[in-house]
C-alpha cells in the first residue's frame, strides 16, 4: 500500500485545530503556522511525486468505515492544482491574522486549520457523499470566523452567507441520492463515465447548478458575497476568495460537465447569459464602489463569470483557461484582499477616499499592489492572462458574442482597477494619518511576496500548471464531446491550399523547370 | 408458546414493573430522604433492562419471532431495539434529573417510581401486537406522563402544563380508542395479524375511517402537525428533565407505535396512509421551523425543533419500506443523543445562584462564559440543523435516501428545501452563544454526572459518530426486517 499522503494533509490541520483550541494566543499561532507549513510542504511533496500522465487518479486511498459511502481519496490533476492553492494560501492566512486578531485566538486558528482540512478534503474526495460531507462542512468554520471575528455588519453577513449556500446545496443532496440509487454506486470515477438519461441528467443538472452557482457564485446569486468578504477579517475574506470561490468550478467541472454531458450542452447558453451579464453588470459595479474590499468582491464575481463560460465552451482550451482564471484568481484576489489588510490594519477603514498618495510613503507596498492590480487586469506574464486568454479563446470557438461580451468585461475590469489604484496610491495626500502610515515590515513582506512570485511563474511559464492537467481535460473534452453544442462561431477548418499564397502556378512551374534543364 | 417463554420474552417490562412497585414501597416507608437512592436504584434497573433487550435483539429471530401470551407482545427485533433506546434515554434522563429539583426543594421519591412505570408503558407500546396492548401500554405511560408534566406542584406553569397535557393526551386516548372500535368493528379482530388479513380481504371506507382515527391519535403522541398544538406550552410549563424526558424517550415509543401500525397491520394499504403522512411531515417540518423563529424561550424553542424532526423522521416511514423503517430508527437514535444532549446543556446552564436559565438572552456570549459549554451547544446545534459532518447529517441522509429509493423524490426536495428554514433558528442559537456579547453571570461548574452524559451524546454527535453508521446500519435493518413477513 502506497503512503497516505492525502490523509496525512488532512490529519496534520486536523490535529492542529484541535490543540489550537486550548492552547494560548501566541502558542495557538505557531502551531497554526507550522501545521499549514507542515501541509504546504507535503503538498509540494505531493507534486513533485505527481506522475505526469500517469494514472488518472493517484495517490488513491479507501477505507470502507461508513455505511452507505466509503472514505476514498484521489486525485487528478485539476484536484492537484487546487489543492497546492489551498496549501499555499493557508500560511500567508494565518500570518495576516497573526497581529490583526488578538480575541479568541485560539478558536480562530482552530477555524482556520478546520477549514484547510474541509477544502483539501472537497478537492481529494473521489467519494461523491464524502465530498459532500466536506464541501457542506466548510459553511461552519466560515460562519464562525464571519460572524465572531468579523466586522461591524457580521450577523447579517454571516447569516446570508450561511443560508444562501445551505438552500443551494440541500438540493445537491437529493439529485446525489437519486443518483447513487440509480447507479448502484457512489463512486467518482465510476459516475465520471455513467450515462443517466437525458430527462433526468436535466433535473440533476439542475440541483447541481443550484449548489454550484450560490457557491461560484454566479449572478444574480452572488449577493452573499460582496457582504460575505466586506464583513470577514481579512484571512477569511483571502480563503473566500481563493479557495472557496473555486469549490463552484471545481463542482462544474468535476461534476456537471463530465456526468450530465447532455444537460450541459443543454443550458450552456443558459450559463452563457448569466456570465455575460455577470462580466459587465459586476463590473459596472465594482466601478462606483467606495469600499475597497466591496470592489474586490465584485471583482470576483466578474472573473468567475468567465470561469463559467469557460468551462461550458465544451473544449480543452475554454476548460484550461478556466482552471488557469482560477489558480490566477486564487491567487491574485487573495493577495489583493491582503493588501488592502495591510493598509486597513493600519488605518482600520476600507473607504478608498481615506487613502491617496500611498505611493509616497509606502512605495514598496505601492509596488506589490501595483503587480496585483495588472495582474487582476490580466496584463501579459502575469497568471490571469494566461487564464483568461485560454478560457476566451476557447470560448471563442464556441460563440464570438459570448467572446466580445465577456472581453469588454476585461477591459472594464483594467477600468475599476486602475481608478482603485490611482485613487488609492496615486495622487495626493490627502489625510494626514494615511500619509503618516510605515511601509510594509517582515511579515507583510514574507505574505506578500510568495504571492507576488507565484504570479509572476504562472504568468511567464504557465505549463508548470497546465501539465498535470493536460491528460484531464482532455479526458474531459472526449467525454463532453458528444454532447459538444454548436454556436456561431464558424470554425470550420477549409481545405488547405496546395501552394503558398504567392504560387503564381502554371507560369512558375514552367520557369522553375527551365531552369532546372539548365 | 409455553408461558415460560412469554414471560422469559417480557422479563424486561416485569422486572421493571416489580422495580417500580419495590421503589414504591420504599418511597412510602422512607418518604423523600431516599430519593436519591431510589433514583440510582432505578437508573441501575432501566440500564439491566435496556442489556437484557439487547440480548433480545439477537435471539428474538429464532424464538418464534419473540410472539408471547398469544400474540398480544412482541418481543420481535424492532421492539427490543425501540426498547434499548427507551430505557437508555430514560436513564441518561433520570441520571441529570436530581439536581434540578433538588434545587427548587422538589425533588420527591415518586419521580423514579413515575419514570420506571413510563418505561414500562413505553416498552409495552413498542412491543405492542394487539390493539388491546397498545391502548395500556399507552395510558400508562400518558398517566405517569401528566403526573410528571405537574411535577413541581407550586409552580403555576408546571400545573397548568399538566393539566394541558392531560385533556388533550386524554381527547387523543379517545380518538385512538374510537379508532380501535371502528377497526375492531369493521375486521371482527384487534390483532395486527387477524387485522391484516381482513383488510387484505376487504378495507371499506368505514374501515378507512379507523385507520384515520389511529393515526391521528398516535400523530398527537408524536406531536406531529397538525395535532402539535400542545407541545411548546407542554415543554415549556413542565420542569427541564420532564420536558427533556417527553422530548426523547416517549417520542421513539410513540414513533415505534406508528411505524408498527402503519407496516404490520396497515401494511397493505399504504396508499390509504401514506398521504398522511406526508402531509403531516411537511407541515411538521415547516410548522416546526417557522414557529421557532420567534421564540425567545429556549425550552419553547426546541418544543418546536422537535415538532421539525418528527417531521423528517415521518419522511422515512412515508417511505414505506425496510430501508424506510430503518432509517425512522436511525434518526430516532441520533434524535434522541441530540434531543438529550440539548437538554443536559440546558439543565447546566444556571446563574450563580441556581436559577436555571432559560431564553437567550441568558446565554449571551456564553462562549467566553462557558467554552466547553458552549462549543458542546455548538456541536448539538449543528448537528440538529443537519449539517455534515456533524452526525444529525446522517440523520437526515438516511430518511431522504429511503424516500429517494422510494420514488418519493419531490416530497425528499421539499423536506430537505425546508430544512434550511430551521436552520435558522439553530444558528442564531450560536449566533447568540459566539457572536453576542456577555451579559449576565453563569454558574461556572457542573456536576461530572452532567458532564458524562453530555459528553455521551456530544461524542456521538461529533464526526467520531460516523464510525458508527455501519453497526447502526445493520441494527437497524435487522430491526426493519421484523416487518418483511407483513410486507
Given amino acids: 500500500m502506497e503512503f497516505p499522503i492525502l490523509s496525512l494533509m488532512l490529519a496534520v490541520p486536523l490535529a492542529g485545530a484541535i490543540a489550537c483550541l486550548f492552547l494560548g494566543a501566541h502558542t495557538a499561532r505557531m502551531v497554526a503556522l507550522v501545521a499549514t507549513l507542515v501541509d504546504l510542504a507535503l503538498g509540494v511533496l505531493l507534486w513533485l511525486n505527481y506522475d505526469i500522465g500517469g494514472a488518472q487518479w493517484q495517490f488513491t486511498e479507501r477505507a470502507e468505515i461508513f455505511a452507505g459511502f466509503s472514505y476514498a481519496l484521489g486525485i487528478d490533476g485539476i484536484a492537484l492544482m487546487l489543492i497546492m492553492l489551498s496549501v499555499f494560501l493557508m500560511p500567508i492566512c494565518i500570518l495576516a491574522s497573526w497581529d490583526a486578531i488578538s480575541k479568541r485566538v485560539g478558536e480562530y486558528m482552530s477555524a482556520f486549520l478546520l477549514m484547510e482540512v474541509l477544502m483539501i478534503g472537497v478537492f481529494a474526495s473521489q467519494d461523491m457523499f464524502l465530498f459532500y460531507i466536506f464541501f457542506e462542512a466548510g459553511l461552519i468554520p ?17 447569516y446570508k452567507f450561511f443560508l444562501y449556500t445551505l438552500l443551494g446545496s440541500v438540493l445537491m443532496l437529493i439529485a446525489m441520492l437519486w443518483m447513487a440509487n440509480e447507479a448502484g454506486t457512489t463512486d467518482i470515477p465510476t459516475l465520471l ?9 436535466t433535473w440533476l443538472w439542475l440541483a447541481f447548478f443550484a449548489s454550484f452557482a450560490v457557491k461560484m457564485p454566479m449572478w444574480p446569486v452572488h ?36 456526468m450530465f454531458p447532455e444537460a450541459s450542452a443543454q443550458f450552456t447558453w443558459f450559463v452563457f447569459v448569466l456570465s455575460m451579464i455577470a462580466v459587465i453588470y459586476t463590473s459596472l459595479v465594482a466601478l462606483v464602489q467606495s469600499d475597497m474590499k466591496k470592489l474586490i468582491a465584485y471583482s470576483s464575481v466578474a472573473h468567475m463569470a ?37 493598509i486597513y490594519d493600519r488605518l482600520h477603514t476600507r473607504e478608498i477616499a481615506r487613502y491617496g498618495g500611498l505611493a509616497i510613503n509606502m512605495p514598496r507596498y505601492a509596488l506589490f499592489f501595483l503587480l496585483f492590480t ?90 508548470s500548471f497546465l501539465a498535470p492537467m493536460r491528460q484531464d481535460i482532455a479526458a474531459l473534452e472526449a467525454r463532453v464531446a458528444r454532447a459538444a453544442p454548436d454556436f456561431d462561431a464558424d470554425n470550420t477548418i477549409g481545405t488547405p491550399r496546395e501552394h503558398n499564397a504567392n504560387y503564381v502556378g502554371f507560369a512558375h512551374g514552367e520557369a522553375r523547370g527551365e531552369e532546372g534543364a539548365h | 408458546m409455553s408461558y415460560a417463554t412469554s414471560l422469559y420474552l417480557t422479563a424486561a417490562e416485569i422486572g421493571l414493573s416489580i422495580t417500580a412497585l419495590v421503589l414504591l414501597l420504599l418511597a412510602a416507608w422512607n418518604g423523600d430522604r431516599s430519593a436519591r437512592l431510589l433514583t440510582i436504584i432505578a437508573v441501575a434497573a432501566l440500564v439491566g433492562a435496556a442489556i437484557f433487550s439487547i440480548g433480545l435483539f439477537d435471539r428474538s429471530a429464532s424464538e418464534v419471532a419473540g410472539r408471547a401470551f398469544g400474540d398480544l407482545y412482541r418481543a420481535d427485533a424492532f421492539g427490543s431495539f425501540g426498547k434499548v433506546l427507551i430505557y437508555l434515554a430514560s436513564a441518561a434522563v433520570l441520571i441529570v434529573t436530581p439536581r434540578f429539583f433538588t434545587q427548587l426543594g422538589g425533588y420527591r421519591a415518586e419521580y423514579p417510581v413515575l419514570m420506571l412505570f413510563n418505561a414500562v408503558g413505553m416498552g409495552i407500546m413498542v412491543s405492542a401486537t394487539d390493539l388491546m396492548t397498545l391502548y395500556i401500554g399507552l395510558e400508562m405511560s400518558s398517566l405517569s406522563s401528566y403526573v410528571l408534566a405537574s411535577f413541581l406542584r407550586q409552580d403555576d406553569r408546571s400545573s397548568e402544563a399538566g393539566l394541558k ?14 379508532g380501535v372500535s371502528l377497526v375492531y368493528g369493521f375486521t371482527g379482530s384487534t390483532n395486527y395479524d387477524g387485522i391484516r388479513a381482513a383488510f387484505a380481504l376487504d378495507f371499506s371506507t368505514g374501515a378507512l375511517f379507523g385507520v384515520v382515527f389511529v393515526l391521528a391519535g398516535v400523530a398527537f403522541k408524536i406531536s406531529a402537525v397538525p395535532f402539535h398544538m400542545w407541545t411548546p406550552d407542554v415543554y415549556e410549563g413542565a420542569p427541564t428533565p420532564v420536558t427533556a424526558f417527553f422530548a426523547s424517550a416517549p417520542k421513539v415509543a410513540a414513533m415505534g407505535v406508528l411505524v408498527r401500525i402503519a407496516m404490520d397491520p396497515f401494511a397493505g394499504e399504504v396508499d390509504a396512509w401514506r398521504q398522511i403522512i406526508i402531509f403531516a411531515a411537511l407541515a411538521s417540518i415547516v410548522v416546526g421551523a417557522l414557529g421557532a423563529i420567534g421564540q425567545q424561550n429556549l425550552k419553547r424553542l426546541l418544543a418546536y425543533s422537535s415538532i421539525n424532526n418528527v417531521g423528517f423522521i415521518l419522511i422515512g416511514l412515508a417511505a414505506a419500506t425496510a430501508a424506510g423503517v430503518a432509517s425512522v430508527l436511525t434518526y430516532l437514535t441520533i434524535y434522541v443523543a441530540m434531543v438529550i444532549g ?36 455548538l456541536v448539538l446545534m449543528f448537528s440538529l440543523a443537519g449539517i455534515p459532518p456533524l452526525f444529525g447529517f446522517w440523520g437526515k441522509f438516511v430518511v431522504f435516501q429511503a424516500a429517494v429509493q422510494a420514488d418519493l423524490v419531490a416530497l425528499a426536495a421539499i423536506g430537505i428545501a425546508a430544512s434550511v428554514i430551521g436552520a435558522f433558528y439553530y444558528l442564531k442559537f450560536i449566533k447568540v452563544m459566539f457572536f453576542d456579547e456577555p451579559t449576565r453571570d453563569v454558574e461556572t461548574s457542573s456536576p461530572v454526572s452532567h458532564w458524562a452524559v453530555l459528553g455521551v451524546c456530544v461524542a456521538i454527535l461529533s464526526p467520531l459518530g460516523y464510525l458508527l453508521t455501519i453497526p447502526l446500519g445493520e441494527w437497524t435493518a435487522q430491526a426493519a426486517a421484523s416487518f418483511v413477513a407483513a410486507m
Fill in chain 1, 142 to 158: 466560515m460562519y464562525l470566523i464571519i460572524g465572531v471575528w468579523g466586522g461591524d455588519n457580521r450577523i447579517y453577513a454571516s
Fill in chain 1, 193 to 201: 463515465n455513467y450515462d443517466f438519461s437525458p430527462q433526468a441528467q
Fill in chain 1, 223 to 258: 449577493t452573499w458575497l460582496p457582504d460575505a468578504h466586506v464583513q470577514a477579517p481579512t484571512a477569511g475574506s483571502v480563503i473566500l476568495a481563493g479557495v472557496l470561490l473555486k469549490l463552484g468550478g471545481y463542482g462544474f467541472i468535476r461534476f456537471s460537465l463530465p
Fill in chain 1, 306 to 342: 468567465i470561469v463559467t463560460a469557460g468551462i461550458f465552451a465544451f473544449n480543452a482550451q475554454g476548460i484550461e483557461g478556466a482552471v488557469m482564471v482560477m489558480l490566477g484568481h486564487g491567487l491574485v484576489s487573495g493577495a489583493l484582499f491582503l493588501c488592502v489588510g495591510v
Fill in chain 1, 374 to 463: 495588472m495582474a487582476s487586469i490580466g496584463l501579459p506574464g502575469t497568471s490571469n492572462f494566461v487564464g483568461e486568454f485560454l478560457a476566451l479563446a476557447g470560448l471563442y470557438k464556441v460563440s464570438t458574442l459570448v467572446t466580445l461580451v465577456c472581453t469588454t468585461g476585461i477591459i472594464l475590469g483594467a477600468a475599476y482597477m486602475l481608478y482603485l489604484y490611482r485613487r488609492v496610491v496615486f495622487g495626493l495626500q490627502v489625510n494626514e494619518d494615511a500619509a503618516r502610515m510605515p511601509d510594509l515590515n517582515a511579515r507583510e513582506w514574507a505574505m506578500l511576496a510568495p504571492i507576488a512570485a507565484a504570479v509572476l511563474w504562472m504568468g511567464v511559464y504557465p505549463e
Fill in chain 2, 165 to 178: 397535557y392531560f385533556v388533550l393526551g386524554a381527547l387523543a386516548s379517545g380518538i385512538i380508542l374510537y
Fill in chain 2, 342 to 377: 440539548s437538554f443536559t446543556a440546558l439543565l447546566m446552564l444556571r446563574d450563580p445562584a441556581g436559577q436555571n436559565l432559560e431564553t437567550f438572552a441568558d446565554i449571551a456570549g456564553l462562549s467566553t462564559r462557558r467554552p466547553a459549554l458552549a462549543w458542546c451547544l
